[in-house]
Nanobody
Framework: QVQLVESGGGLAQAGGSLRLSCAASGSILSVNAMGWYRQAPGQQRELVALITGGGNANYAESVKGRFTISRDNAKNTVNLTMNSLKPEDTAVYLC?????????????WGTGTLVTVSS
């Protein structure tokens, strides 16, 4: 079994910073792309940032220049450093990973961590 567990969410003031982490564990052979998504109440889930196994990153336009995605391949972790937070960044943040095990390759999701940004 594979599990992804997020941590680091919480309450921040506008202009502040938070750092999210996500750790993948289980019978993992390799982890390819990993990403952070977010879902605000009443809205669809949207991609925030994606990082390939080689470290190439892509960001949603709304977070470019403010958020940074990084990963530690040895630890199967992905992080999201969020600076200059805005109230519109308030959402549940979920990580996912394209993961190969001994029997399958599929996308796994964490359960999410809540980020609340006050004005």
């Amino acid at each position: 079994q594979v599990q992804l567990v997020e941590s680091g969410g919480g309450l921040a003031q506008a202009g502040g910073s938070l750092r999210l982490s996500c750790a993948a564990s289980g019978s993992i052979l390799s982890v390819n792309a990993m990403g952070w998504y977010r879902q605000a109440p009443g809205q669809q889930r949207e991609l925030v940032a994606l990082i390939t196994g080689g470290g190439n990153a892509n960001y949603a336009e709304s977070v470019k220049g403010r958020f940074t995605i990084s990963r530690d391949n040895a630890k199967n972790t992905v992080n999201l450093t969020m600076n200059s937070l805005k109230p519109e960044d308030t959402a549940v943040y979920l990580c996912n990973g394209d993961i190969m095990t001994y029997t399958t390759r599929q996308t796994y999701w964490g359960t999410g961590t809540l980020v609340t940004v006050s004005s």
